[in-house]
């Protein structure tokens, strides 16, 4: 249990610099952070690989679909693949039911963020970030 907290907490740290530094979630660590949530979950004390793979690709769906069509309406990116990846990820490890909760921190504090940034023209926010600490947030609250 505390080895998958320090190779978590380690992990999200990593891609919350990356995120605040390039707007990018790269795959190098949001797939293998995937891939150790499907394998923790067919484990003896995991959630189950169902609940998980179903987390897993709700997860990556509802992003992909949001992206999508933010895209399609405007033209610009503005949720990437990036996001919906560690938000599959995030339905691996925790399976679907905990989606909603990750989704929540990750909003309100990306929210916040919004309403007190000063008016410039690079309205960019990186929610990467704001899916790493609502992801360690509600993981942290199952499993301790």
Known sequence: MYFEF???TVILM???WLDLRTYRLPDIYTLPLMVAGLVLAAGV?????INALTGCLI???????VGHFY???TGQEGLGLGDAKLFSACGAWLGVGWLPYVLLVATVGGLIIALIRK???NRQIAFGP???IGFWLVWVRVHF
Not at 45 to 49: C, E, Q, S, V, W
Request: overall charge positive; hydrophobic content about 60%.
């Open 6 to 8: 320090l190779a978590l």
């Open 14 to 16: 990593r891609l919350v």
């Open 45 to 49: 004390d995991g959630i189950g690989l």
């Open 59 to 65: 997860g990556f769906a509802l992003f992909w679909a």
């Open 71 to 73: 895209y399609r309406r």
């Open 119 to 121: 008016p410039t023209t």
């Open 130 to 132: 704001w899916l790493a």
